[in-house]
């Protein structure tokens, strides 16, 4: 048993119970609605994502090209999908800060900078901006999905694969817009409380 004692902020976060003293953030006050929101801009990236783990591992995916043959996985290659998938997943999940106190203010684990207050615009800048540039490039994509450059050329797959790889890549199209609309409601509550 160590002779310190600590505050009831630290009380508050180790145990996650309100303490008196102890300040009451904003991200309990999220409205449920903003929180589905949330929850399912982050859960747009699964289907994708394990399509390329399937395929990684060597799950015939429909592609006969050269590169993306299934006789090629698992491979080199198979490591540049996977970490694909959980980069891609890593920044999906970031959209819960935006409604989850470790959003507003940094955990006290982090180094030199713990506990303190994230200023408002360095979490709705990026946040908005991620919005906008993957709203163009996945309606850009759908516009484009069956070009010859894309599932139109030879190789691609076709059939059940297509309509496969079609259904894990369509919810992305949510992502952008779930996004925007969970980070504008952090703008407005953060504001709100000065």
């Not at 799950?59 to 080199?76: A, I, K, M, R, V």
């Not at 203010?105 to 994230?118: F, K, Q, T």
């Not at 360095?122 to 163009?136: K, M, N, R, Y």
């Amino acid at each position: 048993m160590s002779g310190t004692v600590s505050s009831p902020r630290r009380r508050a976060v180790a145990s996650g119970a309100p303490v008196a003293g102890a300040p009451v953030t904003s991200a309990s006050r999220v409205p449920r609605s903003i929180r589905l929101a949330a929850h399912a801009a982050a859960l747009t990236l699964v289907p994708s994502g394990l399509w390329r783990i399937a395929m990684a591992l060597g799950w015939d995916s429909g592609f006969t090209d050269e590169h993306l043959n299934p006789t090629n996985y698992p491979g080199p290659m198979s490591f540049y999908l996977i970490g694909l998938s959980l980069l891609a997943e890593a920044v999906g999940l970031l959209t819960l800060g935006l409604i989850h106190r470790w959003g507003e203010e940094l955990p006290y684990w982090v180094p030199l900078l713990g506990g303190r207050r994230i200023p408002v615009l360095a979490a709705v800048i990026p946040a908005s901006t991620g919005a906008a540039l993957v709203t163009l490039i996945t309606v850009s994509g759908a516009f484009n999905w069956n070009d010859a450059d894309n599932m139109g050329a030879p190789g691609s797959p076709e059939g059940v694969h297509y309509w496969v790889m079609t259904a894990c890549y369509l919810p992305l199209l949510a992502w952008g817009p779930l996004l925007a609309v969970v980070t504008a409601a952090y703008y407005r509550r953060r504001r709100r409380e000065g």
